[in-house]
């Protein structure tokens, strides 16, 4: 069965364990520090009891950022990951949020290609952001107009 749930900090381990066996984006302390921001939510989609999917987006005002969104790579390509950016997308309007923004690297064509389906559209981007001198690309969609 499949399901979405908010995480919180007692998950900490689990979610430093999926990132590090997928994209390795933050440390364990990043993902402490994260959880300790406000306006920060974090959604774990599960398969049966095991989290296969995370969400993290961070509420400013009438906007969010998703900071960190991946699908085990076992469960990619089935649909998964656009369930859990449809349920995204859905809390973001029942919340009032107009606009959806996050970062992707250039080189992360699979990425790029999985936000444009969504109708996220670059409006941006910042030359050599990541570590290996990539470019990140500012990707935003409308969710309503003001």
Known sequence: MLSIKEINEKD???????D????????????VQEFKKEGVKVFGLLLSKLVIGICVFHIVLDEAQI???????KYRKKGFGSYLMNY?????????????VLEVSHTNVVAEKF??????STVGIRRKYYKDGSDALL????????
């Open 67 to 73: 900071n960190f969104f991946v699908v085990n790579q």
């Open 139 to 146: 990707k935003e969609k409308k969710l309503t107009t003001k």
């Open 115 to 120: 936000y444009n389906r969504f109708d996220f």
């Open 12 to 18: 900490i381990e689990l979610c430093y364990e999926l």
């Open 88 to 100: 995204l997308i859905k809390q973001c309007k029942k919340l009032n949020i107009h606009k959806l």
């Open 20 to 31: 590090s066996n997928t994209i390795s984006l933050w440390s364990k302390e990043q993902w």
